[in-house]
């Protein structure tokens, strides 16, 4: 089976632009989804497919590709978008078998 | 608006099974284009997917987790049902159920989450 990377942490200023990262084989193959996560709440879904964003989602937030890695980007980070954040992707070893990301914690200072 | 709720014990001892149930209300278990998912979260730790079904039943399970869970589901009811049994205190997190698949191929739907605490 694969996995998927994230760094740990990153830190971004208020209101400038931060990408977290996510890294895994079977993004060749399979979008990645992104999810927020704030202390004591369930994941919300924020980014999907190519670059949809579900509704009530604020277009600050964006997607891309390339390759083995996936990016969620910020633009114009919030202080209310301090959470964690998770990619989503199926594993490359069977279709249904599913991977999460092992999280980014991002500060927004 | 579609929701899922998960229920069960919150408390449960070594060696035992553990035992979830989600109720979807709002929308069809039926779905054709949708799976069922549990997914959970040890404190301070990032998500797991525990396993996934299909409304006919098909199964589709973590390895690590395999040998331990059971997914089930009851379209007369629109519930599905998560078993782990042996627990021991790493299996202590909360409890998500969730609904993945579309077009998309993503959850998009979450339950609030059910804490369970392996403790004797």
Same mark, same amino acid.
């Given at each position: !089976?694969?996995?998927? #990377? ?20 079977? &993004? =060749?193959?399979?979008?990645? !989804? ?10 919300? &879904?924020?980014?999907?497919?190519? %670059? %949809? =964003? ?9 997607? !891309? !590709?390339?390759?083995? #890695?996936?990016s ?19 594993? #490359?070893?069977? %279709?249904?078998? &599913? &991977?999460?990301?092992g ?7 | ?24 209300? *709002?929308?069809?278990?039926s779905?054709? $284009?949708y799976?069922?998912?549990? $997914?959970?979260?040890?404190p ?5 997917? $525990? ?19 059971? $997914? ?16 021991t ?11 993945? *698949? ?8 979450? *339950?609030? *989450? ?7």
């Amino acid at each position: !089976s694969s996995e998927l #990377t994230q760094d740990p942490a990153v830190s971004v200023a208020l209101g400038q632009t931060v990408s977290i990262t996510c890294q895994g084989d079977s &993004l =060749r193959s399979y979008y990645a !989804s992104w999810y927020q996560q704030k202390p004591g709440q369930a994941p919300i &879904l924020v980014i999907y497919g190519k %670059n %949809n =964003r579900p509704s009530g989602i604020p277009d600050r937030f964006s997607g !891309s !590709s390339s390759g083995t #890695t996936t990016s969620l980007t910020i633009t114009g980070a919030q202080a209310e978008d301090e959470a964690d954040y998770y990619c989503h992707s199926r594993d #490359t070893s069977g %279709n249904h078998l &599913l &991977l999460f990301g092992g999280g980014t914690k991002l500060s927004v200072l | 608006q579609l929701q899922l709720q998960e229920s069960g014990p919150g408390l449960v001892k070594p060696s035992e099974t553990l035992s979830l149930t989600c109720n979807v209300s *709002g929308g069809s278990i039926s779905s054709r $284009i949708y799976y069922w998912a549990w $997914i959970r979260q040890s404190p301070g730790k990032g998500l797991e997917w $525990i396993g996934s079904i299909y409304y006919r039943g098909s199964t589709y399970y973590s390895p690590s987790l395999k040998s331990r869970v059971t $997914i089930s589901i009851d379209t007369s009811k629109n519930q599905f049902s998560l078993q782990l049994n042996s627990v021991t205190a790493a299996d202590t997190a909360v409890y998500y159920c969730a609904r993945r *698949g579309g077009q998309w191929d993503n959850i998009d739907y979450w *339950g609030q *989450g059910s804490l369970v605490t392996v403790s004797s």
